[in-house]
């Protein structure tokens, strides 16, 4: 297999920094490989929805929510990415685990999960293995190639997960009112859970598009070079 050389930019790191980066690619890239033999050794074991969630709970909280270190990297320009971007990226997994998983049953039997496990695994692994060499200043040709395709895939597919899983917890939500401030109360404010949910989930209607388009724009820009040279 083929390497490629990437270039420097004026952006990189300090050698500190660059240590402290490829620790962390290095760790999230074990961990997320974790979480996605988890989930195949136990329905590979004919595992059933009904406690799949209990199996893969805190594998998903630990290294989802130190994505969130990834906005803290963009915002003290130790890596050269835009803290918006970063942060629509990350918000909405983080979100859903939060607000979504460990707050109701139903997100946690959706059919929904499983694939959003797959998706965010396949996803991630690749995308923190890509990180980690890049900082060595080598990729591997066949890493570059899918960490700019599989989410051709594997976007729409995470996307469609964690749209079910929040669907399958609206039941619950409404019933129990979950986080939800009724009137009256000393601060003269409501709200309601539910109905943020339900806007919440029309909002990837609008930015569905932007995130998958910028990651088109990737693509072209580092595969471009690579797709003149094979024609």
């Not at 594997?154 to 939500?173: A, F, K, V, W």
Request: charged letters at 15%; one cysteine or more.
């Amino acid at each position: 297999m083929s390497a490629k050389p990437i270039k420097k930019t004026n952006s990189e790191p300090s050698a500190l920094g660059k240590i402290y980066l490829i620790s962390y690619n290095a760790i999230q890239t074990v961990g997320w490989s974790y979480l996605l033999l988890q989930s195949l050794t136990y329905f590979l074991n004919r595992g059933t929805l009904d406690n799949y969630w209990k199996e893969v709970k805190w594998t998903v909280i630990i290294f989802q929510t130190g994505a969130l270190l990834e906005v803290f990297h963009a915002a003290i320009r130790l890596v050269p990415s835009s803290v918006i971007v970063v942060l629509m990226q990350v918000y909405s997994r983080v979100f859903l685990v939060f607000g979504v998983l460990l707050a109701t049953n139903g997100a946690t039997v959706s059919p929904g999960l499983p694939l959003c496990v797959l998706a965010w695994s396949i996803t991630e692994i690749i995308r923190y293995a890509y990180y980690a060499f890049n900082l060595l200043n080598i990729v591997p040709q066949m890493l570059l190639f899918f960490r700019y395709s599989t989410f051709l895939v594997l976007y729409p597919l995470g996307i469609t997960g964690e749209l079910l899983c929040m669907y399958h917890s609206l039941d619950e939500i409404s019933e129990k009112q979950l986080f939800t401030i009724s009137m009256p109360n000393k601060w003269n404010f409501i709200f309601n859970y539910y109905y943020f949910l339900v806007f919440y989930m029309l909002l990837y209607i609008p930015l569905f598009p932007v995130l998958f388009g910028h990651m088109q724009k990737q693509r072209r820009k580092m595969l471009g070079d690579v797709s003149k040279k094979s024609a």
